[in-house]
């Protein structure tokens, strides 16, 4: 029988942003992270037109599984410029907040087969054997820490069920 474990939802409509691994140094909000990395535009540009980043910049502690420019490029031809789009921010928010735990969840916290409350009210399925898994995507880079949380970089954008 799978452990499951259930994170409470504690925090306000956030969402974060992917950054390369600051050795010793997590000075940084995810935020200001993000814009300083390579691989990361897709989602800088999605945050800002969600209107999201001043709550970003907040305190935090988040966990955020955050994909890559290729991963928001796999998506159906057209779906990103359309949920740019000012008629579509609250799919976009969505979207965006559902990539986001409440809490800091370093990956030697998780377990096979737990779920994760998102801040955009749906659970994440983890998958831990053969790789760390969140739904459908890999995470590629784990543990990224940031100032207010921290980052675990996935391969796949995921969606809730809309």
């Known amino acids: 029988m799978l452990r499951r474990t259930y994170l409470a939802l504690t925090a306000a409509t ?5 950054a390369p691994a600051l050795a010793d140094n ?3 909000d995810v935020v200001d992270t993000a814009v300083n990395a390579d691989g990361f535009e897709t989602l800088v540009a999605a ?3 969600a209107g999201l980043v001043e709550t970003l910049k907040g305190e935090g502690p988040f966990t955020v599984f955050a ?4 991963a928001f490029a796999a998506l159906p031809e057209g779906t990103v410029e359309d949920l740019l789009l000012p008629e579509n921010k609250d799919q976009l928010t969505a979207i965006l907040t ?7 969840v370093m990956s030697g916290d998780l377990s096979d087969g737990m779920t994760a409350a998102t801040v955009e009210g749906s659970e994440v399925t983890i998958m831990t054997e053969g790789g760390v898994m ?7 880079q784990p ?7 921290v980052i675990h970089v996935i391969d796949k954008v995921i969606m809730p069920d809309m």
């Open 98 to 104: 559902y990539h986001v735990v409440p809490g800091k």
């Open 134 to 140: 969140v739904n459908d995507a890999n995470v590629v």
């Open 67 to 70: 994909p890559t420019d290729e």
């Open 14 to 18: 956030v969402l974060s942003v992917a």
């Open 26 to 28: 997590h000075s940084m």
């Open 143 to 149: 543990d990224i820490e940031a100032s207010n949380g």
């Open 47 to 49: 945050v800002e037109a």
